[in-house]
Each structure stands twice: as structure tokens, then as C-alpha cells.
């Protein structure tokens, strides 16, 4: 079969590999110059490479360590103790052991303890989902960990992930988050590891890309689909100019070029540039149920603005943020991670935010970022100043974080959609997982099932 895969993130990329090494003809369509979607790199400077946006990796990842494993990588993982620490009531707290817990001041010691025994039965009990799914976080932390858990740590958390929605996310988004991620066993229970890939994710881009292009299909950079037409029993892509990501996400926006026909179409995008590239027919045969469901999952924008400094901003890899007067949610120190000299001596502190569209930060360049972030980043290190910022980049993705509220998995469409030979895999059905690079690869298996 003649196949198209749209989005060259891991998914896509995923999907497509399988289905080249399966004998398919495979075209990838990426609107971004570059691969990796979420996951993709920038280039930095003196040769190195940084992801825009954040990433590692925990243990209990087993479908993207296998893939490495499977295209001959299983080296480039490099496995590093993990520091985290919690900033709330104007200081910060370490979160490294277990003991760190214990000595939190914010939770009074019976809250501490309380907290502390519901995440452990749940991580170490809990192995049925479906009671978390019909409750929302709030009321299950309020009855198993107490009032304070919520008001002092979960409640800062999630509202610096969902803003106005954290009172309704859904328990079984943080079960996952506790149980399925968390689930550390060893040496790993008195201090975290996480990995991260020895020259950044995108030697594991090129080898996608290459098993691709090797089994004799294409991968097309700059190049995004603008429409998804019926053509008879197939599809056709009509595929955008060079250049059109400069105009944005939205396909409608994008100039078509000459179609191209295929027997079946994965489209990896976000569910509302989906529903944009089909023409009104193939809409029609979609169906206003299934894209019902695609469209009432609401998506918040990840915000991202990565610092070089001419020096170390904490002592920690990962700061999460519960202090509700600054402007971030998450200050998360590379370098502090994997250590400075592998970048030369340069040191990379993300700051990181979750959004709701038309949020005025969006709209905020660089330099304009940073201004409004100084008075915040001075609460976490009264001692920083400008002049420790070599570079500033900003990076936006409007589709990063799907809001899990009670009901999701009852929501969610399914990857097969009603018009034959097309296929939906995208973020919102990474579920009851948070999105991520090992749940991509998974996904990306699951969506190369579904097409043939």
C-alpha cells in the first residue's frame, strides 16, 4: 500500500518505520523544518544540540528503550541521578529522598506522613484504574491526603498545569503520573534516575527517518499537508509550499501544491489542524460524532523559554513551582542534569509555563518573556540578574498539554476514524498516560496497526 504519515514527531516517525519495514510505500509530510515534533532540537551553538522543550527519561520507560535498543542504540541512553526541589512559601525544598518529604515545612508533620503513605499504597496497590477515572484529582487528594496536601502541593501543581481546570482533572491523569511513571524500584526508591540520549533525541530522529527513507520512502521536511481530499476508494494530500510554517499551524493558511495519491492517510497532528485539513466531503464521511469528540478535548500551549547563563541558576535538575504570585510553573536546569562541560563550560535552565489559548505570555517575544520573568526567577535566586543570560530562546507549541477531566477515556476518539483509510493519532489518545516520548512510541505502534 501506498501510505501518508502527517507529522514527523515520534508518532508519526514511529508509524512510519514500522510500516516502511512492513513493505509499504511511506511519505512523511512535517510542516517544521526539522523532525521530532515536541521532542524536536534546536541547534545551540559550537555543535550542540538542545531539545526546545524539556525531556528525559524515566526507567520504567519500556517502549522507547526498546526502540532504541531495536535500531542499535541502546548506549546512546545515558542513565543520572535526578535532583528535583519544590518552590512554595518563598524558599525552596529539596525532593531528592524520600526523607526530603518528612522535613517539608509547608505540610505539618501529620500531613507529611499522610502524604507520604497515600502514594505509596497507591503506587504499590493501585493497579485498577477505573476508580480514578470517575473522580477528580482535588476530591481524591482531599480525602486521602488531607486538605493541606491539596492546598500546598497538588493544588499548585495542577493549577501551574491546568490553570482554572485543575479542580477538574481527572485522579487517574495523576495515577498514571504516580503509579505508571513513578514506579522506581532498587537503588532508584532512595534517589531517582532518569535518562536522557548522549547527543540529544535527534540521532534517534535521523535513524527513524533513515530506516525510512532506506526501505525507499520519503520524509518530507518543510513540507506540511494542506488538505486531505477523497479520491475513489484512496486518499489525496495536497501538500503545502516550502516556507509554510512560517504562517502558522492552521493548513487552511498554507498554499496547496500538487496532490498526491495514497490508500491509506495517519494524521498525527493536533486534533483541530485534523479536522482543518479535510475537505468538506471527507469531513462529511468523518462524521460530526467523531469530530465532536476530537474537538471537545481541550488542549493547553506549552511556553518554553530556554536561557543559556553564564552560570548556574540552583543546585537542582528540576524546580517545580507552587508559588501562584510567579509567572512560571517549572524552572527545569539541564546542565544540572547532564553536566555543563558536555556543552562546553555553557549552562541551559528552561523556564517553563502550561496556558490557556490567547493567554497574554503567548504573545510575548524573547526578550519581553524574560523581562516579565526576572521578578520571578529573582524570588527563586535573589542573586540573579540580566547580564547572566547569554541567549534567550522562546518556543510555543498551542497543542501540548490535552486537559484529562472525569469521563476522558468515554471522550477520547478512537485512532480508526469512520472514513475508511483514515487514521487519527495524536496527543488526546495517549491516555491514561501523560503525553511523552515513550508513550509517543507506543502510540506510533498502535497507529501502524490501525492503518493496515
Known amino acids: 500500500m501506498r501510505i501518508a504519515v502527517l507529522g514527523a514527531g515520534v508518532c508519526g516517525l514511529v508509524a512510519a518505520h514500522r510500516l516502511a519495514r512492513a513493505g509499504h510505500a511511506v511519505d ?14 534546536l541547534d545551540v551553538g559550537d555543535g550542540h544540540r538542545l531539545e526546545r522543550y524539556y525531556h528525559h527519561l524515566f526507567t520504567s520507560d519500556r517502549h522507547i528503550a526498546a526502540l532504541f535498543e531495536e535500531l542499535g542504540m541502546a548506549d546512546a541512553i545515558e542513565w543520572r541521578p535526578s535532583s528535583v526541589a519544590f518552590f512554595a512559601r518563598g524558599a525552596l525544598h529539596p525532593f531528592v529522598t524520600p526523607l526530603d518529604l518528612l522535613r517539608f515545612r509547608p505540610l505539618s508533620p501529620l500531613a507529611r506522613v499522610r502524604m507520604g503513605a497515600a502514594v505509596l499504597a497507591l503506587q504499590r496497590f493501585a493497579s485498577d484504574r477505573e476508580p480514578y477515572e470517575r473522580t477528580t484529582a482535588r476530591a481524591w487528594i482531599e480525602r486521602r491526603m488531607g486538605r493541606q496536601a491539596w492546598e500546598e502541593v497538588w493544588g499548585p501543581l495542577l493549577r501551574g498545569k491546568f490553570g482554572e481546570r485543575a479542580d477538574s482533572i481527572a485522579m487517574v491523569w495523576l495515577w498514571s503520573k504516580l503509579r505508571l511513571r513513578r514506579s522506581v524500584k532498587g537503588e532508584d526508591v532512595r534517589r531517582e534516575r532518569l535518562g536522557y540520549p548522549r547527543d540529544s533525541w535527534e540521532p534517534l530522529f535521523a535513524a527513524l527517518a533513515g530506516s525510512v527513507t532506506a526501505a525507499g520512502g520519503r520524509v518530507l521536511t518543510d513540507r506540511p499537508a494542506a488538505r486531505v481530499v477523497r479520491a475513489g476508494a484512496g486518499l489525496v494530500v495536497c501538500p503545502g509550499a516550502h516556507g509554510s510554517y512560517r504562517l502558522g499551524h492552521d493548513p487552511r493558511a498554507f498554499a496547496a501544491g500538487p496532490a498526491e495519491r495514497y490508500d491509506r492517510v495517519l494524521a498525527t497532528v493536533p486534533s483541530d489542524v485534523f479536522e482543518r485539513l479535510l475537505d468538506p466531503a471527507l469531513a462529511a464521511e468523518v462524521g460530526e460524532e467523531y469530530l465532536a469528540r476530537a474537538r471537545g478535548i481541550e488542549y493547553f500551549a506549552a511556553l ?7 552560570r548556574r541558576f540552583s543546585p537542582y535538575y528540576w524546580t517545580n513551582v507552587a508559588d501562584r504570585g510567579l509567572p512560571f510553573v517549572g524552572l527545569i536546569e539541564h546542565t544540572n542534569f547532564v553536566e555543563s562541560e558536555r556543552y562546553g563550560g555553557r549552562h541551559f535552565l528552561y523556564v517553563a509555563n502550561y496556558l490557556p489559548r490567547g493567554h497574554a505570555l503567548l504573545g510575548l517575544d524573547a526578550e ?15 542573586a540573579f540578574a540580566r547580564d547572566w543570560v547569554v541567549r534567550a530562546w522562546r518556543h ?54 490501525a492503518v493496515v
Open 396 to 449: 510555543v507549541e498551542p497543542a501540548a498539554q490535552p486537559i484529562v477531566t472525569v469521563g476522558y477515556g468515554d471522550r477520547m476518539p478512537p485512532l480508526r476514524t469512520p472514513a475508511a483509510g483514515l487514521v487519527l493519532a495524536n496527543t488526546t489518545q495517549v491516555y491514561p498516560e501523560d503525553r511523552g516520548t515513550n508513550y509517543a512510541v507506543r502510540l506510533g505502534d498502535e497507529a501502524a496497526r
Open 368 to 382: 519581553a518573556l524574560l523581562e516579565r520573568y526576572q521578578p520571578g526567577l529573582r524570588a527563586v535566586n535573589p
Open 304 to 310: 518554553c523559554l530556554l536561557l543559556e547563563l553564564d
Open 28 to 41: 512523511v509530510y512535517e510542516r517544521w523544518p526539522g523532525l521530532g515534533g515536541q521532542a524536536a532540537t
